[in-house]
């Protein structure tokens, strides 16, 4: 079971997006499946993607506007700017 309210108690950001990622690769992980999260943009517009790391690797040496690639949720979190509400 996860608890991600607590996370929103004093308002929430569009880096909620990172900790839904985060909660969905763990889950991942502890289920023996290849594929991560990756995330696109920010805002209202962000995207997640499920990629193996074989392939988020391929496709970050084709894509270099770190706006539009996927990124891991971590990186995503530096590059986008929280907008609090």
Do not use: C, S
């Amino acid at each position: 079971m996860y608890d991600i309210v607590e996370e929103f108690k004093n308002g929430y950001d569009w880096t909620g997006a990172k900790v839904f990622a985060d909660l969905l690769n763990t889950e991942l992980a502890r289920q023996g499946i290849a594929e991560r999260v990756y995330l696109i943009n920010g805002g209202n517009e962000v995207q997640l993607f499920f990629l193996t790391p074989e392939l988020y690797r391929f496709i970050d040496t084709f894509l270099a506007d770190r706006y539009w690639k996927p990124l891991e949720p971590e990186t995503w979190a530096r590059v986008m700017p929280a907008h609090r509400v």
